[in-house]
């Protein structure tokens, strides 16, 4: 049974639809700098898990937190050469196959850190063997209590149901653990702060050109969010803004997984919206975006490396980050903006979407 | 770039949209057979995996070799206890990541066997020290060479664009090596063919019956696929034929997922297919199909506890496996004959989908 609780979050100025999510978008450059605050626990527990032998990072989580958990296998992998997964919650909770968890290094993932199905995972992970860690941008929750260390996410209260701050937050947790982990955290930390002032300067620039862009899409039903490699996470979370604020069936693919089968079912009324960063997967993507031109479906080009896709109907592209792994902490940027342009377009509520509360108790 | 190369499969007989499609649903049980005489292998192959000391599982495929092995985390989990993921192909293909791979058993899941991506990966894992193993429908295929044994899918020759008998197939090639690996092959195959018998009723009955239910769905552009555990296959799997043969967009989701955003997006024009079958996961899908209700969105109800979720404007049960983990092989039936009558009654050839070929090399 789902016991859903009262909202925790107080209604926005009454007319302006939206205002909360939008204000927790442009604070995301300090909700970072909040994070940073906390670069010498992130130290101390990577060299614990350092010491704990980790040989492999499992991340368990829902929603965007579990989005973020994609980034995760890249941040670790190309940082640590750790293997990294989004482990199977259903496995441990509810099958309750007892894995032998020594060399793991867990990682619960929660913004409210009430998640149950997560803080039960941490809890039988820790019991396994596992060295748990939660990432929560509550530190007095159910899941830090759950777990041996606690990182938070320092990124002030969010209010809006749809997650902004939290799951960037969430990005930059994990690959400054990762960056720590391989002896690279101070680097690391001084490129999130590089960051922070291209987020400062992309945000406004954005927030002024998009709702154009989103208002043609106002009678669209379904979309398709194509990236690859470290850009997976962004568009499996620019697919969940779409769905949960705009009720967009917006479906997040890899480019690969495009040509597999769901490039069969595009026409000129079903967009598709493509991240393309400069990374070794860039050729892939571009591949994949020349497809969808031939469909004639709607293409909307965004990521550091936009202006590679050849004739794009919409161009959205983001700064080029100091390294190519930080790319998705500037490409989910546009789409946050265009899902807070497009539920506004739509008359929806992106504070308070139908059916949705801040917290999910559902199993 | 991708080199899409002609169809190797010769139309069928004019004027029978899917009708290879159809014949092979209708033969999975003898594809199933044809797996099954290879029984010594997958105990030969099991046997060296646990000589070679696995401690984890690597698999890699696409589109619905892919949607197996999510099957596969459940299989090496549930009978082997030992942790199996979907690799990233991209940070080992397109990223260069070395990881290292010794005590990794390396799936390569492809139907054809000339996946690029997939065979370049097997290639790297086995440098990097894994135990290789190609599961595929063609022994001789680039992808059984590049790997140190071979597992035949034995399912015959696949013509239809859209895969059956080889996901049916990779599905029982998964169990059946986590079974061996476990020391329980015999009575795993033991079941797999008391399935056969239960495919051999089930099929003819659910070909009678669908199309009158899917006729309906003629107008519908957007679906959700709800499983969980190891139903997340086929709801990935029934997703997938949904795209690709009728231009649904249909995305699959776990229960759990779905009351993380994507219920926001329901409406009564948004029909959600829940796979519910007798597992410890049946809770969690009952709620999920609870909450779908109350949206008022159309509900199809299937798997073996399909008359468990309460109110379904559908219902397509099928029977309940020998044992709970063989569930998937059971419920991925309704949807493919779904998809078949679908694509008839929107006038689509199933068997050819626009813009696919059976082997695809975009990377």
Redesign the interface.
């Known amino acids: ?2 016991s859903l609780e009262a909202r925790d979050a107080p209604p926005g100025p009454a007319g302006e639809l939206g205002s909360q999510f939008l204000a927790e978008i442009r604070e995301q450059p300090r909700a970072l700098e909040g994070l940073l605050e906390h670069e010498d626990e992130f130290a101390r527990v990577a060299a614990a898990a350092v010491e704990r032998g980790t040989s ?1 990072v ?1 991340m368990v989580g ?2 965007s937190s ?1 989005n973020a958990a994609s980034y995760g ?2 941040a670790f ?2 940082l640590s ?3 990294a ?1 989004r ?5 441990t909770v ?7 968890m020594t060399g793991s290094l867990v990682i619960g993932l929660s913004q409210s850190g009430r998640t149950p ?1 997560v803080v039960e995972y941490v809890t039988r992970a820790r019991r396994a063997g596992a060295f748990t860690v939660a990432i929560t941008n509550d530190p007095a929750s159910d899941l830090a209590r759950s777990a041996e260390a606690v990182l938070p996410l320092g990124a002030g209260q969010e209010r809006a149901v ?1 997650a902004t701050k939290t799951y960037l937050n969430t990005l930059a947790a994990l690959v400054l653990l990762a960056a720590h982990m391989a002896g690279q955290g101070r680097r690391c930390a001084d490129d999130l702060r590089a960051v922070i002032g291209q987020l400062d300067t992309v945000i406004p620039e954005l927030e002024q050109r998009i709702p154009e862009v989103a208002l043609p899409f106002a009678f669209v ?2 979309m398709f969010v194509v990236g ?2 470290v850009e ?1 996470a962004t568009a499996r979370e620019i697919a ?1 803004k779409l ?3 705009c ?3 917006a ?1 997040p693919l ?14 000129p009324f ?1 967009p598709v919206w493509a991240i393309a960063s400069h ?3 860039l ?2 993507v571009l ?2 975006a020349a ?1 969808v031109r ?2 004639g479906a709607t293409l909307v080009a965004s990521g550091s490396a936009a202006e590679w896709i050849v004739d794009p109907d919409y161009l959205l592209p983001v700064p080029k980050p100091p390294v190519p792994l930080l790319s998705p902490l500037l490409s989910v940027i546009p789409g946050q903006l265009f899902a807070w342009a497009l539920a506004r377009a739509k008359r929806l509520d992106p504070d308070r ?4 509360s801040k917290v ?1 108790f ?2």
């Open positions: 049974m789902s492999l499992r829902h929603g579990d296998v890249y992998g190309i050469r750790l293997t997964l482990d199977s919650i259903s496995l509810y099958y309750g196959t007892e894995l032998d199905d749809a039903g379904r690859r490699g997976l969940l769905l949960e604020t009720r967009v069936a479906e890899t480019a690969t997984d495009l040509a597999h089968g769901p490039v069969a079912a595009l026409d079903f990374d070794e997967t050729p892939a591949e994949a497809r031939e469909t979407p139908s059916g949705l999910t559902a199993r």
